[in-house]
């Protein structure tokens, strides 16, 4: 390939374009030899056309296309036979060719940064038969770079803190600008930093674009940040260069480098004297124009006569001192206190301990205000005594209230009786004398617990309250009593000497030494010689005396001992005409009055412990007087053997004056006989009672 007189002179502006802009030589197109081919008669060498690379400057901005470079083959004679053709990337759309010349143009504005070069692929074609006279070849176009790209902060902006009073030369942060340019050509993307706002506070290198500190003592309490202005400029800071800048705000972080400090040397708080115990008497604050942990303190009371009663502690929001009373306040007893207090840092740095003490001293002085108080018992609690027997106004104690203020108005004393109801007792209003108003029981209640009054004459309102608790003395008013109502029984064949029963007695009264009590037998009782009672002072034993006797039947009237008449009804017919087991005159005659037979084993003189009979019997009761007197005597016998027995009188026939004795269909029928009596036979009848009987009342309910 060959260049004419036309291509060479736009190699050669082209070439000195790139001097100007990018200092670089032109790249060179070489044409290494191909294999020889053969023609026939002679044999020769032959060039084929072989390249690297064409070069075109980016951003062209002209209207006429930009001329990039020229194909040309050996073979072609520039008689027209040969024809170009181009293929590749951008072929026709971005890069054209002139079939005839092979001149290739750009049409289009080429921008580095978006594609740095094209392949494409030529050809040498005949044009008659349209075959490759050249085999294809391949080459890049390059798009040639020019500063067209200023530096970027891709980062930016930024934010960076370093702590007060740091040392010059402290490094701060990094900034980082690129360039899009190409950085192996020329010095397009060679960026230098600078700084154009910050000074003399801050610099910056200029190759790494580290900020660091250039003053020292930077202090955080005067100016806490700084927005800097950095800048990066190509072309390695030439004239020329392209730049790009951004912003780097440095804030100063905080050190314990001040010392607390109260605004005034002294302070003075009136409070009354009736403010509670824990509250809030003043708060105080050392300031520190220090920040965070480096701000926070602790307040102490180091002096003054109020340690006991004050005490300071600190708000850990607020970093302030509250001083609270421990003790109740008493304007009377002292007026006023004095406190040294001392605030202090609790983390101090040690680099700046040459700054000064960081602590602090304040005095605090504090006014106790009078307070109208309400009267003051010379006692919480008095405690005094009266005997029950004492009369109505006998005296029991004094109390005694004064006005704690200066004042010292009169008071007037008076009972609260929400706490005397009864109104047991009165007071004088002028001496406190408190009297009996009623008759006392110590047995009712043995202790008094009353509430006085003490009220100020010139102001109702206040009002002290004093306790009272009268204990009231015992004396002998009331006479023992026995535990409990006592039914004593015992066997026939008890041995004399053997207890029966141990009594035992109570009083109410209680007297120093306990109670000492006596027993002995009545008059009526002591005419019995079975028995005897030994008083052992505390219990009494009821012992039996009498002698072992022949045991004898318990009725004299043996023809009505049921238990041994024995009746049987094994046979029919008969009715009431059979009278030979049983006598029916009995049977017919309804108003037969019995008396109580007489027990052989009771003495005359103890018969007013058995139950009381019946002198007259309601009609159709025979049965059940029977039944009842063998009840009675099993009840005070309790050593008779259970005689139980079970007859069934079961009477055949008609005409019977009697009629049924069956209870079967007692409860169902209309029949007028009263079971009221089944009440009378103690607890072991009560369901049969509650069964058949009519009578609200039943002798052992």
């Not at 020769?44 to 064409?54: A, D, G």
């Not at 004679?77 to 170009?84: E, F, L």
């Not at 706002?197 to 580290?210: A, D, L, M, N, W």
């Not at 730049?243 to 109260?262: C, I, K, Q, Y």
Request: with cysteine.
């Amino acid at each position: 390939m060959k260049l004419g007189k036309v291509e060479f002179c736009h190699f050669l502006q082209i070439l000195a374009l790139f001097l100007c802009l990018s200092g670089l030589n032109q790249a060179e197109i070489t044409r290494p030899r191909s294999k020889p081919y053969f023609q026939s008669g002679r044999t020769r060498t032959k060039r084929s056309w072989v390249w690297n690379q064409f070069f075109v400057l980016e951003e062209y901005m002209g209207t006429d296309p930009l001329y990039v470079g020229k194909l040309h083959s050996d073979v072609d004679k520039g008689d027209g036979s040969i024809k170009y053709i181009l293929s590749g990337e951008g072929a026709s759309s971005i890069f054209i060719i002139d079939e005839n010349t092979g001149d290739i143009h750009a049409t289009k504005r080429l921008d580095r940064e978006e594609q740095a070069y094209y392949t494409l692929r030529a050809q040498a074609l005949d044009r008659l038969t349209n075959k490759p006279v050249e085999p294809e070849s391949e080459f890049v176009i390059k798009i040639q770079d020019i500063n067209d790209n200023e530096p970027k902060f891709l980062d930016g902006p930024y934010t960076a803190g370093v702590p007060e009073m740091s040392p010059v030369g402290t490094s701060v942060v990094q900034v980082t600008a690129t360039d899009a340019d190409d950085p192996t050509y020329g010095n397009s993307a060679r960026v230098v930093y600078s700084i154009l706002q910050g000074q003399p506070y801050f610099s910056v290198e200029p190759k790494t674009g580290v900020i660091k500190t250039a003053l020292p003592n930077m202090d955080r309490e005067a100016k806490d940040q700084y927005l800097l202005v950095i800048q990066a400029k190509d072309m390695v800071g030439q004239n020329g260069g392209l730049s790009g800048t951004t912003s780097v705000t440095v804030t100063l972080t905080d050190v314990n480098d001040n010392p607390p400090r109260f605004p005034r040397r002294s302070y003075q708080y009136n409070v009354p004297e009736s403010l509670p115990v824990a509250s809030v008497v003043a708060r105080i604050k050392a300031a520190d124009a220090d920040v965070g942990p480096n701000a926070e303190m602790e307040y102490k009371i180091v002096d003054g006569d109020g340690l006991g009663v004050f005490k300071v502690s600190v708000d850990k929001e607020t970093q302030e001192g509250i001083i609270t009373i421990q003790k109740e306040l008493d304007f009377e007893a002292k007026t006023s206190y004095t406190l040294r207090i001392e605030a202090a840092n609790l983390h101090v740095d040690p680099r700046f301990l040459s700054l000064g003490p960081f602590s602090d001293m304040t005095t605090v002085k504090i006014i106790v205000e009078d307070v109208d108080e309400p009267p003051v018992f010379t006692s919480r609690l008095y405690s005094m005594v009266v005997s029950e027997a004492a009369k109505v106004g006998t005296i029991i104690g004094t109390v005694a209230a004064h006005d704690p203020d200066a004042s010292n108005s009169p008071v007037r004393y008076s009972i609260d009786r929400n706490t005397d109801l009864e109104r047991y007792f009165n007071i004088d209003a002028n001496s406190g004398v408190i009297t009996t108003a009623k008759s006392l029981d110590r047995e009712t209640n043995a202790v008094h617990n009353i509430t006085v009054l003490a009220m100020e004459s010139q102001n109702p309102a206040q009002i002290g309250r004093g306790y009272v608790a009268i204990t009231i003395l015992d004396i002998n008013d009331n006479a023992p009593e026995f535990a409990m109502e006592y039914e004593t029984t015992v066997c026939e064949n008890a041995q004399p000497g053997q207890v029966i029963q141990k009594i035992s007695a109570i009083d109410k009264d209680d007297p120093p030494n306990g109670h000492q009590f006596y027993f002995s037998l009545t008059a009526e009782a002591a005419n019995n010689h079975n028995f005897t009672l030994q008083d052992n002072k505390v219990l009494v034993l009821l012992i039996v005396t009498m002698r072992r006797r022949k045991k004898e039947p318990l009725i004299f009237d043996e023809e009505r001992d049921i238990r041994e008449n024995i009746v049987r009804y094994d046979d029919e017919g008969g009715g009431e005409e059979d009278t030979e087991a049983f006598d029916m005159a009995a049977l017919r005659n309804l108003n037969i009055m019995r008396d109580t037979k007489t027990r052989r084993d009771v003495t005359p003189e103890i018969q007013f412990l058995s139950r009381p009979t019946f002198k007259s019997i309601p009609d159709n009761v025979i049965f059940r007087e029977f039944i009842w007197e063998r009840l009675k005597e099993a009840d005070v016998d309790p050593c008779a053997p259970p005689y139980d027995s079970l007859q069934t009188y079961a009477f055949e026939g008609n005409g019977s004056v009697a009629e049924s004795l069956s209870s079967l269909d007692s409860i169902s029928s209309n029949s007028d006989q009263n079971y009221d009596y089944l009440s009378d036979w103690g607890p072991r009848f009560k369901r049969l009672a509650d069964m058949y009987g009519t009578g609200p009342e039943c002798l052992y309910s």
